[in-house]
C-alpha cells in the first residue's frame, strides 16, 4: 500500500475539515437558539466531509481507503438547504423544524438511495467501478446528477439571498438600531456560496468545451469551501441571539425578550430644545416612503383612533425622546403607548408613510442638526454628537444622516458654519 502525498493545497482542505469539526461540536454545545446552532454544525459537517476527501488525491485515496468513494457525491444537495434553514432559524428564534422541512433533503436521500449499489459494493469492485468511471464509462444517474446539483445551489443561494433581503426589510420596521440583528455576516456567507456555485457552473462549461484541465475548478472550490469555513464559523458562535419581530397582535412572550435596562426618561425640554416635530418637517429632509417595507393585515384602527394614536405618538417622541435609546424597539414604544405593535406599525406607514426604522432615526438626525446649529459640534466630535442621539454606530449615522439631508454629516456642518 503506497503512502498517501499531501500537496499544500490538500493541507489547507484538510484543515479546513478539522476546523469544520471543532466548529461544529462547539455549535452544538451552544445553548441558546439551538436550532439554528445546530443548523450551522450540520453545515459544517457536510463541509468538512467534502474538504475530507477533497485533501486527497482521487486515485490515492481509493486504493487506500475505497470504501470512502463517493462520500461526497452526494454532499452538494445538502449544502444549499442547510445554509437556506439556518439563516430562516438565525432570523428567527421561535422557528423551529416542521416535517415540512424535511422536503428540502428529498434530492440528497435520493441521490444516496440510487447509489446504494454502488456504496454496497466491495472494496475491489469500488476501485474497479472508480476507473471506468476515468475512462468515460459514467452511469447516467451520475451523469445527471452533477447538472441537478448546479440547478440546487443556485435555486437556493437566490432564494435565501431574496430571504435576507426580505429579513432586512422586517428589522427595519421592528428596530431603530439594526448593526447586531441584521445577519450581515449571513449575507456575506451566501453570496459567497453563490460565488462558488458560479465557480462551479464555469469550470464544469469549461471543462466540457476543453479549456480547463479537469479537476482544476474542483481544486479552487475546495479552496474556497475552506476559507468559508474558517471565516463563517467563528463569525456564527459570535453571532448574537435574534428574537422574533412583535408585529403582530399578539406579543412574544416576555422570556423571549431581549433583557435590558429601561432608560430614565429625560425631563421635558425646553422649545428650543426639542427637534422639529415629524408634521412640521422639512419635506426636503424626509425620507421618500419605503415601498419595499412590509405589509400588515388591516387592525380595524378606525381614522379618528388612527389620528390619535399618531398625535400621542409624536408627543412621545417629542416630550420623553426615547430615540436616544439605540435599542429602541417597535415593541418598546407600542408599550408607552399602550397599543401593540400591529396597531402602531399600521399608523406609521399609512398616516406617515414611514417604517420604525427611518422615523425613530428622522428624530436622531434631527437633534444632531439641532445641536450643530447651537454650537455644540465645536466642543465635542460628530460622533459623541451621533451617540447622544441615539445612533448606535458612525457608520450607521452617516448612512442615515445622508439619506435625511443629503448632505454628509461634514459637509452639513461645514454649511452650517458650526
Same mark, same amino acid.
Given at each position: 500500500m503506497a503512502p498517501v502525498t499531501l500537496s499544500w493545497l490538500q493541507v489547507i482542505n !484538510? !484543515?479546513? +475539515?478539522?476546523?469544520?469539526?471543532?466548529? +461544529?461540536?462547539?455549535?452544538?454545545?451552544?445553548?441558546?437558539?439551538?436550532?439554528?446552532?445546530?443548523?450551522?454544525?450540520?453545515? =459544517? *459537517?457536510?463541509?468538512? *466531509?467534502?474538504?475530507a476527501t477533497a485533501a486527497f488525491d482521487p486515485e490515492e485515496l481509493i486504493? $487506500?481507503?475505497?470504501?470512502?468513494?463517493?462520500?461526497?457525491?452526494?454532499?452538494?444537495?445538502?449544502?444549499?438547504?442547510? $445554509?437556506? !434553514?439556518?439563516?430562516?432559524?438565525?432570523?428567527?428564534?421561535?422557528?423551529?423544524?416542521?416535517?415540512?422541512?424535511?422536503?428540502?433533503f428529498v434530492p440528497f436521500v435520493a441521490v444516496i438511495l440510487i447509489g446504494l449499489p454502488v456504496y454496497l459494493m466491495s472494496g475491489t469492485d469500488k476501485i474497479a467501478f472508480y476507473h471506468r468511471l476515468v475512462s468515460g464509462d459514467v452511469p447516467p444517474s451520475i451523469a445527471i446528477a452533477l447538472p441537478l446539483k448546479l440547478l440546487s445551489g443556485a435555486i437556493y443561494a437566490t432564494v435565501t439571498l431574496l430571504f435576507l433581503r426580505r429579513h432586512h426589510e422586517l428589522v427595519k420596521a421592528s428596530?431603530?438600531?439594526?448593526?447586531?440583528?441584521?445577519?450581515?455576516?449571513?449575507?456575506?456567507?451566501?453570496?459567497?456560496?453563490?460565488?462558488?456555485?458560479?465557480?462551479?457552473? !464555469?469550470?464544469?462549461?469549461?471543462?466540457?468545451?476543453?479549456?480547463?484541465? $479537469?479537476?482544476?475548478?474542483?481544486?479552487? *472550490?475546495?479552496?474556497?469551501?475552506?476559507?468559508?469555513?474558517?471565516?463563517?464559523?467563528?463569525?456564527g458562535l459570535r453571532q448574537p441571539e435574534i428574537f422574533r419581530f412583535e408585529t403582530a397582535e399578539y406579543r412574544v412572550p416576555v422570556e423571549l425578550r431581549v433583557p435590558r435596562e429601561r432608560p430614565v426618561p429625560s425631563p421635558v425640554p425646553s422649545p428650543s430644545?426639542?427637534?422639529?416635530?415629524?408634521?412640521? =418637517? #422639512?419635506?426636503?429632509?424626509?425620507p421618500a416612503p419605503d415601498t419595499t417595507s412590509p405589509r400588515y393585515e388591516r387592525s380595524g384602527l378606525s381614522d379618528r383612533e388612527a389620528q390619535r394614536l399618531k398625535d400621542q405618538l409624536t408627543a412621545v417622541m417629542e416630550n420623553e425622546r426615547p430615540w436616544r435609546d439605540s435599542d429602541l424597539t417597535l415593541a418598546d414604544l407600542a408599550d408607552r403607548l399602550v397599543t401593540t405593535p400591529h396597531k402602531l406599525s399600521e399608523v406609521l406607514n399609512s398616516q406617515l408613510g414611514l417604517t420604525f426604522y427611518d422615523f425613530v432615526n428622522g428624530y436622531r438626525v434631527r437633534e444632531v442638526?439641532?445641536? *450643530?446649529?447651537?454650537? #455644540?459640534?465645536?466642543?465635542?466630535?460628530?460622533?459623541?454628537?451621533?451617540?447622544?442621539?441615539?445612533?448606535?454606530?458612525?457608520?450607521t449615522f452617516n448612512v442615515v444622516f445622508k439619506k435625511h439631508t443629503q448632505q454628509t454629516p461634514s459637509d452639513y456642518r461645514q454649511a452650517a458654519g458650526a
Open positions: !484538510l !484543515l479546513g +475539515a478539522i476546523q469544520g469539526l471543532v466548529l +461544529a461540536g462547539a455549535l452544538v454545545s451552544k445553548r441558546s437558539n439551538r436550532t439554528a446552532n445546530r443548523l450551522l454544525a450540520a453545515t =459544517m *459537517i457536510a463541509f468538512s *466531509i467534502y474538504l486504493q $487506500v481507503f475505497p470504501h470512502a468513494f463517493g462520500a461526497a457525491h452526494p454532499l452538494p444537495f445538502l449544502f444549499g438547504p442547510l $445554509v437556506y !434553514l439556518y439563516a430562516v432559524t438565525a432570523s428567527d428564534r421561535t422557528r423551529r423544524l416542521t416535517p415540512r422541512d424535511a422536503l428540502h428596530y431603530s438600531s439594526v448593526e447586531r440583528v441584521n445577519l450581515r455576516w449571513l449575507l456575506w456567507l451566501c453570496w459567497g456560496a453563490a460565488a462558488i456555485w458560479v465557480v462551479a457552473v !464555469l469550470s464544469n462549461v469549461l471543462e466540457f468545451v476543453g479549456i480547463e484541465k $479537469v479537476g482544476f475548478g474542483d481544486d479552487v *472550490i475546495a479552496l474556497a469551501m475552506a476559507v468559508m469555513v474558517y471565516g463563517i464559523g467563528y463569525m430644545q426639542v427637534a422639529a416635530p415629524l408634521s412640521v =418637517m #422639512d419635506e426636503s429632509q424626509a442638526q439641532r445641536r *450643530i446649529a447651537a454650537g #455644540d459640534a465645536r466642543k465635542v466630535t460628530m460622533l459623541a454628537l451621533a451617540l447622544d442621539a441615539g445612533f448606535a454606530s458612525k457608520s
